[in-house]
C-alpha cells in the first residue's frame, strides 16, 4: 500500500486523538462529539472535562494525566500506548480499517463465531466467502 517508510511518521497527541475522532465511531453516524465523549468516558467510570478534551485535540493540552490518557484510549477502544510517543504502538492503515470493520456489530459477532469453528470448518468457509466475493465483483462489473 503506498510508499514504503523506514520511519514511521511522528505524530503529536492532537493528531492522534483527532484521527481516533474522525475514523472511531458507528458506522451509521458520524464523529462523537465533544459532549459524547465526556458522556462516554464517564460511563466507562472516567473522568474528563470537555474543556480538556477540546484544549487536547487542539493541541494546547500536551501533558494530560495517565488517568486522562487511559479513560480517551478506553473510549476509543484502542492501547494506551497508541496515544504515546512510541513508534512501536503506531497501528498501520490497514490494521486500523480492519479494526474499524470488526466493530461493527454484526462483523464482530460474526467473527466471534467463527473464532468458536474448527479450523478445518474457518477454512472451508473462507473459500464460500471468496467464491461468493469473486460473484459480487463480477456481478457489478
Do not use: C, W
Not at 96 to 124: D, K, M, N, V, W
Request: charged share 25%.
Amino acid at each position: 500500500m503506498g510508499e514504503h517508510q523506514t520511519e514511521p511518521t511522528p505524530r503529536s497527541l492532537a493528531d492522534k486523538l483527532n484521527h481516533l475522532v474522525d475514523t472511531v465511531h458507528p458506522g451509521d453516524r458520524g464523529p462523537y462529539t465533544l459532549e459524547e465523549m465526556v458522556a462516554g468516558i464517564r460511563a466507562l467510570g472516567g473522568s474528563v472535562s470537555r474543556a480538556n478534551l477540546n484544549a487536547l485535540r487542539l493541541g494546547r493540552g500536551t501533558n494530560p494525566s495517565k488517568a486522562t490518557m487511559e479513560d480517551i484510549a478506553r473510549f476509543f477502544g484502542v492501547s494506551v500506548a497508541y496515544l504515546h510517543d512510541d513508534p512501536h504502538s503506531e497501528i498501520t492503515p490497514d490494521e486500523h480499517e480492519l479494526l474499524l470493520i470488526i466493530r461493527r456489530a454484526e462483523i464482530h459477532e460474526l467473527i466471534r463465531t467463527i473464532g468458536q469453528l474448527r479450523p478445518e470448518t474457518r477454512h472451508a468457509l473462507n473459500r464460500v466467502v471468496a467464491d461468493l466475493h469473486t460473484m459480487h465483483v463480477s456481478e457489478r462489473h
